[in-house]
């Protein structure tokens, strides 16, 4: 029996059109063998950011050898290139549009091409609105049968990245950065890891965190320590700071966003 190797999908298309099916259709009849998983179709349509954020947080826990077709693509049709690269054993296959940005951040770069040998799309030819089901899902499943990302194309001089502020520590008082993510429960994500504040992450901090001029409180080991519809902060899953809403929505209660300012002060 074949190897089965894992091919992950990475959309802002919903399930409730024939996008995503026409994908996994594609792939499989590449390679019949592999092992298909969904890690969102519900990315806000277009949003560059939350697919580079989604991807940095999924793509660590993957086996080696997997690939990862990233579909968040507002510019397809037009000059903007496809490419597939190798970050620390993995592949990922994506539109040169910055949603690579936070992956390239943290992993090595191993290996990269701009997608261009046609042998390697859909037979029936590259749609103009469709990259998705015409290019990003066959040449996934070809690289994750074997093809060296080498023999897509040549190597690109540079790539697009998003322009994302890095937190700033200011001495030892404080600590300035911004919401990257707001999730589906509507907590307010931060760019601030926990390894800028200087305590272990499982105790309670003595500093306190504010959503702009608002107080979300100090540090709190989980949500439910504080009482139901209270804010709170937190060093999250993910080793960053976090504000939220224990039953509720951060983000409805502050009325903030991506981009909002989350300040630590410390004691």
């Not at 894992?6 to 390679?31: C, N, P, Q």
């Not at 993957?62 to 579909?71: A, E, I, R, S, W």
């Not at 090595?108 to 609105?129: K, N, Q």
Request: proline fraction near 8%; charge should be negative.
């Amino acid at each position: 029996m074949a190897k089965q190797r894992v091919i992950t999908l990475l959309t802002d298309f919903g399930t409730s059109d024939h996008y995503v099916a026409a994908m996994k259709g594609v792939m499989l009849a590449v390679m019949p063998e592999a092992t298909l998983v969904d890690i969102t179709h519900e990315l806000p349509p277009g949003d560059i950011l939350a697919g580079a954020f989604v991807l940095a947080q999924a793509l660590p826990h993957f086996p080696p050898g997997t690939v990862h077709c990233v579909v968040v693509d507002p510019t397809v049709g037009t000059d903007r290139r496809a490419l597939a690269a190798v970050y620390g054993g993995q592949t990922v296959v994506f539109p040169d549009n910055g949603v690579i940005t936070l992956v390239n951040r943290s992993r090595p770069l191993e290996a990269i091409a701009v997608v261009r040998d046609e042998r390697y799309f859909l037979s029936s030819g590259l749609s103009s609105t469709f990259h998705g089901r015409d290019l990003f899902a066959p040449v996934a499943a070809h690289l994750a049968a074997g093809l060296g990302v080498e023999r897509l194309g040549p190597q690109p001089e540079n790539i697009t990245l998003l322009e994302l502020p890095e937190p700033q520590r200011r001495g030892d008082a404080e600590v300035l950065g911004q919401v990257l993510h707001v999730d589906r429960f509507g907590n307010l994500i931060s760019n601030i890891p926990a390894t800028m504040l200087g305590a272990p992450v499982e105790s309670d901090r003595p500093c306190e965190v504010f959503c702009g001029d608002r107080p979300a409180g100090p540090l709190r080991p989980t949500y439910a320590v504080v009482e139901r519809g209270q804010p709170l902060a937190l060093i999250n899953s993910m080793g960053l700071v976090e504000v939220a809403v224990n039953g509720g929505s951060a983000a409805e209660h502050f009325g903030a966003g991506v981009g909002a300012e989350i300040r630590v002060r410390l004691a």
